[in-house]
């Protein structure tokens, strides 16, 4: 079991994890260990609650593809057991930032005090900028 927080979690055999060669500088050993790690996970068949799915999949990341399925990719670390651990905590990171709907912002209207303090700036600007135009004109 993958715990995401205390309501949410994903069973292991939702997540397909393979091991496959790094990428990059390394030398001889990247050419002969799979130590990087691709998680897969399908969002739609998952046992995740409907709203966090909907939410998942509502997402603009790069990291879901069309089909709804996360595709996440670890290679940081020289050991597979590390670059797995790396994967999964990804994956609970990003359902966690969705498992909390975000709260509506309720539309304000400005207070007196700030349209006060904002046309006050816009006078000192004016002023500035009034006593440029007058300080250019000069005989010489």
């Known amino acids: 079991m993958l715990f995401v927080t205390q309501r949410i979690s994903i069973p ?3 997540i397909q994890l393979d091991a496959v060669r790094s990428s990059g500088a ?3 050993n990247v050419n002969k260990t799979s130590t990087s790690v691709q998680l897969r996970f ?3 068949a998952s046992s995740l609650p409907e709203d966090v799915k909907s939410r998942l999949l509502s997402l603009s990341d790069q990291r879901i593809t069309g089909d709804g399925v996360v595709v996440l990719r670890a290679q940081e670390e020289r050991s597979q057991e ?8 990804r ?3 990003l359902v966690r930032s969705v498992a909390v709907p975000r709260r509506k912002r309720k539309a304000t209207r400005p207070t ?3 349209k006060k303090r904002r046309l006050e700036k816009k006078k000192q ?4 900028k009034a006593s440029r135009r007058n300080a250019s ?3 010489g």
């Open 91 to 93: 994956l609970a990171e």
């Open 26 to 28: 390394g030398g001889q």
């Open 125 to 128: 600007r004016s002023a500035i």
């Open 12 to 14: 292991l055999a939702e």
């Open 112 to 114: 007196l005090g700030s």
């Open 42 to 44: 399908d969002v739609a």
């Open 82 to 89: 590390r670059n797995r651990q790396a994967a999964l905590s």
């Open 137 to 139: 004109r000069w005989d």
